[in-house]
């Protein structure tokens, strides 16, 4: 059987270095879970070093051509592969223990993969994978850079972040126009903030969306319930605010 051809719309660029893919398979710790879920396997170059371990691999690919290659190729991953969509995935139903994500992602729907993995972070203490280079600095970025934003605070509040290396152009088929960056998420202890969560997200939302005002500016349509509390934030702007920061802030609003 031949291999599949690569196709646009999906985000397909296909991994040719066994290296990198062994590197990315490696960058997962395998330790508070038994089960990993791989994004997007395409002809499966990830998945071959991701069944050399110990956890139980599944797989969820969207194009129905890698399945077909993966059925054919991958007789080990027998009834763990789905083919679907993973934004649509019910991943509640699917996973009753914890499980780690990982893969060389389709960069087209990068972030909204982060947003749904956050959203059931209680299932999922572990992430890593090669995204577009410059998503992965954004999300590893901290406080004071250009770049860092919504999704680096909202993801660092719940994980450890760690930029791992930079993968480039040439090792894939066909090339990406970009660079690529390989991360790796790991949960913290805690998983609750000391603030109302739902108004935290809003608050870092809204600030961001002006980034260039200042605090007490970006933030007018939230009623500020604790002035004094809040005063040593509002002079500044959204990128100079660490996640505590964040938190503290968050506190001083009305609920
Ligand atoms: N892991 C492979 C392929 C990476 S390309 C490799 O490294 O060679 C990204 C892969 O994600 C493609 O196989 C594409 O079909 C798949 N994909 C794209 N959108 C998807 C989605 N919404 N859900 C699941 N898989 C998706």
Sequence with gaps: MGKVRAKKHLGQHFLNDLNVAQ?????????AYKQVLEIGPG??????????KDSEVFVIEIDKES?????????????????????KLPLNEI????????????????????FKALEHKEIIPEIAG???KEVAERIASQPGNK???????????????EYLFTVNEDVFIPPPKVKSGVIRLIRKENQTLDCDEKLF???????????????????????????????????LRAEQLSVDDFIQLTQSFEV
């Design 147 to 161: 770049n860092y934003g919504i999704i680096s605070v909202l993801l660092q509040a719940y994980y450890n972040i």
């Design 95 to 114: 996973f009753k223990e914890p499980f780690a994500l990982i893969g060389n992602f389709p960069y087209n729907i990068s972030s909204q993969i982060l």
């Design 67 to 87: 399945v077909v290659y993966l059925k054919t190729h991958f007789p080990l991953l027998n009834n763990h592969i789905i083919e679907g969509d993973f934004l």
């Design 23 to 31: 590197k990315i398979a490696d960058s997962l710790h395998h330790q």
């Design 130 to 132: 090669m995204f577009q």
């Design 201 to 235: 997200k809003r608050v870092v939302k809204t600030a961001f969306n002006q980034r260039r005002k200042t605090l007490r500016n970006a933030l007018k349509s939230i009623t500020l319930v604790d002035e004094k509390k809040a005063e040593p934030y509002l002079s």
């Design 43 to 52: 002809m499966g170059v990830l998945t071959q070093f991701l069944l050399q």
